[in-house]
């Protein structure tokens, strides 16, 4: 079972639609999470971190936690073309110094 | 957040050579993270660098194959040896923490031919 699991696409929206990413982890422990996005040919680029089970927003993104359930997932809202790129989820796992495992990513593409 | 330098930004070497990857760091961080993004994949940590102590490989990567510097606060290297066209990967350095996230390098882009 991977520890970082998200749907590898693509998900396709159109221009204005909420996009809706998501992501599972395995340990239970595990105690903060990120979204990074990331560009064709470009570095990781952080949008937001959670640690706390609900919502939280920032502008057109919202990271939503359940640690319950074990997921995160990031809403963007008002997709624009510039959304497209493909979105990381990086979960630091308990006990480890910072140590951060990647999910493979989803790739989003919003149309005209 | 921190801002690094990281370079260089691509590369194109010879099967059994080596290249040292730098990262520059604009503010003093305890650890530097060295990932590796092979093509279509997701990030996969090779090593956490802290200055002073040997760094610390993640299962699968070896000091003999992938030595890393730590001479300071701010500076961390990493080098690739002895490559083959199985090393052709994206190379990231990263500095952060888990209460504020973690900032990447650039990356480099490393083709072995």
């Known amino acids: 079972q991977k520890e970082v699991e998200q749907n590898s696409g693509p998900l396709s929206v159109p221009e204005g639609a909420i996009a809706s990413l998501n992501c599972t982890y395995s340990?239970?422990?595990?105690?903060?999470f990120f979204w990074y996005r990331q560009y064709s040919g470009k570095s990781p680029e952080l949008i937001m971190f959670?640690?706390?089970?609900g919502d939280k927003e920032d502008g057109r993104f919202t990271a939503q936690l359940n640690k319950a359930s074990q997921y995160v997932s990031l809403l963007i809202r008002d997709s624009q073309p510039s959304d497209s790129a493909t979105y990381l989820c990086?979960?630091?796992?308990?006990?480890?110094?910072?140590?951060?495992?990647f999910g493979t990513g989803t790739r989003l593409q919003v149309t005209l | 957040s921190a801002v690094i330098s990281q370079k260089p930004s691509r590369d194109i070497c010879q099967r059994g050579t080596s290249l040292t990857i730098q990262c520059q760091v604009d503010?003093?961080?305890?650890?530097m993270f060295w990932y590796r993004q092979q093509p279509g994949q997701s990030l996969t940590l090779i090593a956490t660098a802290n200055q002073g102590s040997e760094a610390t490989y993640e299962s699968g990567f070896v000091i003999d194959k992938f030595p890393i510097s730590r001479p300071n606060l701010t500076f961390s290297t990493l080098t690739v040896s002895n490559m083959s066209p199985e090393d052709s990967s994206i190379y990231l350095c990263?500095?952060?923490?888990?209460?504020?996230?973690?900032?990447f390098g650039s990356g480099t882009r490393l083709t072995v031919v």
């Open positions: 959670i640690y706390s089970n």
């Open positions: 990086a979960v630091k796992n308990p006990g480890t110094a910072s140590k951060l495992t």
């Open positions: 340990d239970r422990g595990s105690q903060s």
């Open positions: 990263s500095v952060g923490s888990g209460t504020l996230g973690y900032t």
């Open positions: 503010s003093q961080v305890t650890m």
